[in-house]
């Protein structure tokens, strides 16, 4: 009976675990989000020569390794999808700066 509740309670510890990383990973794409907008503010006011792409192509691999996730809750699915929908509406106001800048759109 022992053993029974050892393995359920490994089970349990693994399951917050899991949830603890997500959330974590979570946060990490809310503040690299936040991060890369910045540093293309920066660029369009002419801080910087070279637009960001390699950290804006870093983090649509992340998100799509997270959102490939299937063992996400229901409001950590929500969570991801806001995340997801704030970068999508940020990476077409930057396609459209850069067109009318007269740049390469990526």
């Known amino acids: 009976m022992a053993l029974v509740r050892n393995t359920i309670s490994r089970k349990n510890q693994s399951k917050q675990d899991k949830i603890l990383e997500i959330e974590e990973q979570l946060e990490r794409l809310e503040d690299d989000i936040r991060r890369l907008k910045i540093d293309f503010d920066i660029y369009f006011n002419g801080g910087t020569k070279k637009a960001p792409h390699r950290q804006r192509a870093s983090l649509e691999a992340r998100i799509k390794r997270i959102n490939g996730n299937r063992d996400l809750s229901y409001a950590t ?7 997801i929908s704030r970068y999508t509406s940020f990476r077409e106001l930057w396609r459209r ?8 759109i990526y």
């Open 97 to 104: 700066k850069l067109k009318a800048k007269g740049e390469e």
């Open 77 to 83: 699915r929500y969570r991801l999808n806001g995340l």
